[in-house]
């Protein structure tokens, strides 16, 4: 038959040729403007036959062509299958094929696959189409009897699609595939892709000395190719034997010179290894080989960057940004390079290049504000975030508890507390600035104020876990309120059962009203999720409650040594042990 294009043309035609035989012609006489044409029937015309296809399926295959035009594919793709069962055509089955894999269909690709199949047997192409479904459905023995029919047939199979799908499996369904592959090993031992696929089943089930084995076996019996050197390269580097993963890629790539894939993941391979110059070096002839390729210009950038060699990293960016290549993340360390060097008009210049919507836009944001505020211009780093949110609430409310942060931490204590009064004047009731305000009177040693805006965070939220264990925490630590701070902590707790810092709370709680023995199940809890100096001050002081004094004092010289100048485990040691 005529390809489906051509084929919809005729059946067109055909069905319309159909129409003028078969409907009463239309004569009309002169009459008067309104009145009806005369019919007149002629005799009626004898049925027409359509070859293997009734008049019925004809007109279903053009209405499916014209759904489609109209966009409702998902119809046509129906009306197809149903049109590939009933006519079994060769031509509608592959129409039908092409609309299933438009709709994902895998169930029709599958049932029009076997009919397909069915109806030329010594065709590769159905039983290609059958092996990829399977593997897409996760029916991995059906899909190589179906890969291994492709080959008996003398077509083409790349059996590398079968790995690349395997990664995830259990150790024993892999055994019954690697047993297959070496079975078709032996049957089409011509065949590169399997046993390359043999090797990598092997690798994944990590059989890692059968599978270099296999690779030797490989290289004695096909030509050598870059694949093969980075697969066992890949499988030594599994062994730990990264001395010779080396020696295999160095080879490969003076063999190969020219391929980009191989001296890609030879220069990624001595990243790995530390060895940023030679990196640098293979990273340098490829960009030599394609000027354009802006992905390992990009890379270059990166190690001159960790090498510190600024000049030449800086070089690189600005090259990417007149590119638009990775500009925006070039921007961002071009201000983490001016950084380093103490150029802080630089730094905050390329900080500010960052555009939104991109990864480091929050981050580059935050650097330049703080760098602003260090150095005191405060009314700039205000000026600037304002321009930048607005028309954007949310983004202005960000800014807002991100440059109250900074104040804060640099101690321009009045200017941040203006800042988030004015904020929450425009934006009353916000919970993040309130929670940014909280922040601000606790570093002004103010509970009152701090109280005052959590609960009115709790009255809004009530299942704000952040807020409850704020405040439990602050009665705990700063009041002889336990009672009330533990009601509030067990409320939070059972909001968010894994939060570190909530159990350290709970912990904390339930050590000052008594309950010693409970309180240390949740602080060992705290402290192996989260080994801060802070947590295993409270643990200390918990073990020291029980009477285990060995015990927190090891906790607490084991924290020493990670933060030396920890004042908490400080603070509690002398307290502790003047008390005793």
């Not at 459905?137 to 790349?158: K, Y």
């Not at 394609?290 to 950038?301: G, K, R």
């Not at 807002?400 to 904020?423: M, P």
């Not at 929450?424 to 929670?435: C, R, V």
């Amino acid at each position: 038959m005529k390809n489906i294009n051509n084929l919809v043309i005729s059946l067109a035609c055909i069905s319309l040729a159909g129409c003028a035989a078969s409907v009463p012609a239309i004569q009309t006489t002169e009459t008067p403007a309104r009145a009806m044409p005369t019919l007149v029937l002629e005799e009626p015309a004898p049925e027409i036959e359509y070859g293997s296809f009734t008049e019925d399926q004809l007109y279903e295959a053009i209405v499916s062509e014209l759904s489609a035009q109209r966009g409702q594919v998902a119809e046509a793709g129906d009306s197809y299958f149903d049109l590939a069962m009933s006519t079994r055509d060769i031509t509608i089955i592959q129409r039908a094929i092409q609309f299933a894999s438009v709709n994902s269909d895998i169930n029709a690709l599958l049932q029009l696959g076997m009919l397909w199949a069915q109806l030329e047997p010594t065709n590769p192409q159905p039983q290609l189409l059958l092996s990829i479904q399977f593997l897409e459905s996760g029916a991995f023995e059906q899909a190589i009897s179906h890969m291994s029919r492709v080959l008996e047939l003398g077509g083409d199979m790349d059996f590398a699609v079968l790995s690349s799908r395997t990664g995830r499996l259990n150790p024993q369904l892999r055994s019954v595939l690697i047993e297959n592959l070496r079975r078709l090993k032996g049957e089409f031992n011509n065949q590169t892709s399997i046993h390359l696929t043999l090797v990598q089943l092997l690798a994944q089930n990590g059989d890692f000395e059968e599978a270099l084995t296999e690779v030797e076996q490989l290289k004695d019996n096909t030509d050598l190719t870059p694949n093969i050197v980075m697969l066992q390269s890949q499988i030594l580097q599994n062994m730990e034997r990264p001395a010779q993963s080396m020696r295999v890629m160095r080879s490969g790539v003076a063999r190969f010179k020219t391929d980009k894939a191989l001296r890609l993941n030879y220069a990624r391979l001595l990243i790995q290894n530390e060895e940023y110059d030679q990196a640098q070096e293979q990273f340098q002839i490829l960009v030599e080989q394609n000027p354009q390729d802006w992905e390992t210009l990009y890379s270059i950038a990166l190690i001159d960057t960790q090498l510190e060699n600024f000049d030449s990293a800086i070089a690189a960016y600005i090259k990417l940004i007149d590119a638009d290549q990775r500009a925006d993340e070039s921007q961002y360390n071009l201000g983490l390079i001016y950084q380093e060097q103490d150029n802080v008009e630089k730094s905050i210049e390329h900080f500010r290049q960052v555009r939104i919507g991109t990864n480091n836009f929050l981050s580059a944001q935050q650097q330049a504000t703080r760098l602003s505020i260090q150095s005191g211009r405060l009314g700039d780093a205000h000026d600037w975030l304002s321009q930048l949110s607005r028309g954007q609430p949310r983004l202005e409310v960000l800014f807002t508890t991100i440059e109250s942060s900074l104040l804060i931490q640099e101690e321009y204590f009045d200017a941040a507390e203006q800042l988030l009064d004015t904020a929450l004047n425009k934006f009353p009731n916000e919970m993040d600035l309130l929670f940014a305000r909280v922040l601000y009177f606790d570093s002004q040693s103010d509970p009152q104020g701090s109280e005052r805006d959590l609960m009115q965070i709790i009255r809004m939220q009530p299942e704000d876990s952040r807020a409850l264990n704020h405040l439990g925490y602050m009665l705990a630590d700063q009041t002889t309120r336990y009672e009330e701070a533990l009601e509030l902590i067990e409320r939070a707790i059972a909001i968010s059962p894994d939060e570190p810092s909530i159990i350290d709370s709970l912990g904390w709680a339930l050590y000052k009203v008594g309950r010693y023995e409970e309180a240390l199940v949740q602080m060992r809890r705290a402290f192996a999720a989260f080994p801060d100096d802070e947590v295993a001050s409270h643990l200390g002081e918990v073990l020291w409650a029980l009477g285990r004094f060995d015990e927190a004092m090891g906790v607490w010289q084991d924290a020493l040594e990670t933060d030396p100048e920890s004042p908490l485990i400080a603070e509690a040691m002398e307290r502790l042990q003047v008390a005793e």
